[in-house]
């Protein structure tokens, strides 16, 4: 999961097994989250985004899962690629709405 | 899709310059924001813009300013770099209204020697 800290987590999967990266996040008032996927050497990349009204949302080949009563959001990444190695972190909107606060992120290697 | 482009991928300056970083945003949203990203503490954000002509500071604004005299273009000023501002410098937007999500460039890793 994502902490802050000097050392960012990493995760190692193989190709083709499921991915699952972890997020505690701080505010209990934020009701909007978004998972990122950052690259080498590009900005962050919006991947999906939940709202608190909601316990899961799915995409292509992803899934957000959000659990307010520990404040606890993961992403799980189906049948992981090669492409799918990055740095991932999630974001809370707090208290304000429009102003986000990021975790530091995971990283996420995929051996083929 | 939308498209926020940073004028510079890779920038060196000395202590003491004055540094402009530049980004444009292609989709006519009202917010922009600068953030700068470093090792083991995710992104901090130094200012945004919810307007033209105004501005909020962030978490972490000393050392910076902004200006947004057109609303496509939001830039970030360095009035007398330091080392301690070395770091990845990322742009984003996003439209008016709560639970939208920030799009970002990809960055201008910016040295100060």
């Given at each position: 999961g994502e902490s802050v800290g000097l050392h960012l987590p990493t995760l190692s999967v193989q190709e083709g097994d499921n991915s699952i990266i972890n997020c505690a996040y701080s505010n209990?008032?934020?009701?909007y989250f978004i998972w990122y996927k950052q690259e080498s050497g590009k900005g962050p990349q919006f991947i999906i985004d939940i709202r608190s009204n909601m316990d899961k949302r799915q995409g292509q080949r992803v899934t957000v899962l959000l659990n307010k009563t520990v404040k606890h959001l993961s992403l799980q990444i189906a049948a992981?690629?090669?492409?799918?190695s990055a740095v991932y972190f999630c974001a809370e909107n707090g208290d304000t709405g429009n102003q986000f606060y990021f975790g530091t992120g995971t990283s996420l290697t995929v051996i083929p | 899709d939308v498209k926020v482009t940073q004028s510079s991928r890779y920038l060196v300056k000395r202590t003491g310059e004055k540094v402009f970083l530049e980004c444009v945003q292609?989709?006519?949203?009202?917010n922009m924001f600068w953030y700068r990203q470093d090792p083991g503490l995710g992104l901090r954000l130094i200012y945004f813009s919810y307007d033209v002509k105004m501005k909020e500071k962030g978490d972490i604004p000393e050392g910076y300013s902004v200006s947004r005299e057109k609303k496509e273009r939001f830039s970030l000023i360095l009035e007398s770099a330091s080392t301690n501002q070395t770091s990845m410098y990322l742009c984003a937007s996003n439209t008016e209204g709560s639970n939208r999500p920030q799009h970002f460039g990809d960055g201008t890793r910016l040295s100060i020697l």
């Open positions: 209990s008032a934020s009701d992981t690629q090669p492409g799918d | 292609d989709m006519d949203h009202e």
